[in-house]
C-alpha cells in the first residue's frame, strides 16, 4: 500500500526515464518530486501526466526566486495545473507574492530556509548577517509561515525545532535528508531515518536514490512505507 508520506525524488534525467521508473513503482508510490535537474528533460510534462494520467501527487521543485511580479504570474501559470506542492525560497517577499500567485488553488507553497549545501562561510560571502545557521533556518522559516507559506522544507535535524515554532501550527514540514536503516548516504551527510523524521514533526519526508537506484525500487519504497509504520 502506498503512503503519502513518502514522496520520491525521481531526479533522472528526462520524461522517458520518470514514466519508466513510475511503471516500476506502480502502486507502491504515490507522490513524486520533480525537480529543476529534469527541466530541459521535460520535466513539466512529466508532473503533468504524473497527475493526470496516473493518478499521483506531485512536488514541483523549482526553488523560486525573483521579483514579485514575476513569482505571482510564474505561480499562477503553475496553480492552473493542479500540482500538489512548489517550492519558492522563503524570502518573505517572494512567500508573499507566491501566496498571491496561487490563488485559491490547492496549490502548496513550501519555502525553502537556508539550503543544506550551504556552511558559514558561504552564508558570510552572501552577506547573510551573523550566527549560527540553525536559527537563521528557524528565523528563515518563521518568517515564510507568517507571509504566508503552507510549509517549509526542513533537513531532519531541524525538522522538531522548526514544528515547535508557533508559526508552524497546522504547516507542512517536508524534509530530504532521508536513509532508510542501512541505505548508503551518498553525498547525504546529515540524515535521519524515516521514522525518526516523522517522529521529528516531519509530515512527508523527501526519498531519492535509495529508491530509484535500487535493483527493486517497489521493494524500496514497500521497506520506506513498513519502516514509517501505521500509527504516526
Ligand atoms: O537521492 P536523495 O534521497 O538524496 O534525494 C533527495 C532529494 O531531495 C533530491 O532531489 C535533492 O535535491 C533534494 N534535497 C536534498 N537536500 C536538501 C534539499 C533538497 O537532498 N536540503
Known sequence: MADDRLIVALDVPNVVAGLAMAGRLGDAVSFYKVGLGMLT????????????????RVFLDLKLFDIGATIEAAVRGIAQYDLDFLTVHGDPQVVRAAAVGKGGSGLKIL???VLTSLDRADLDANLIKAGEIAQ????????ALEAGADGVIASPQEAAMIRALPQARGKLIVTPGVRP?????????????PAQAIADGAD?????????????????????????????
Not at 43 to 56: C, I, P, R, S, V
Not at 136 to 143: D, F, G, K, V
Not at 205 to 232: C, F, H, K, N, Y
Open 41 to 56: 528533460g521535460g520535466g513539466f510534462a512529466l508532473a503533468n501526466e504524473l497527475k493526470a494520467a496516473h493518478g499521483k
Open 111 to 113: 519555502a525553502v530556509t
Open 136 to 143: 537563521i533556518t528557524l528565523e528563515r522559516a518563521a518568517r
Open 181 to 193: 536503516a542501512g541505505a548508503a548516504l551518498g553525498d547525504q551527510k546529515r540524515i535521519a531515518t
Open 204 to 232: 512527508h519526508i523527501v526519498v531519492g536514490r535509495p529508491i530509484w537506484q535500487a535493483d527493486d525500487p517497489a521493494a524500496a519504497a514497500r521497506a520506506v512505507v513498513a519502516e514509517l509504520g501505521s500509527g504516526t
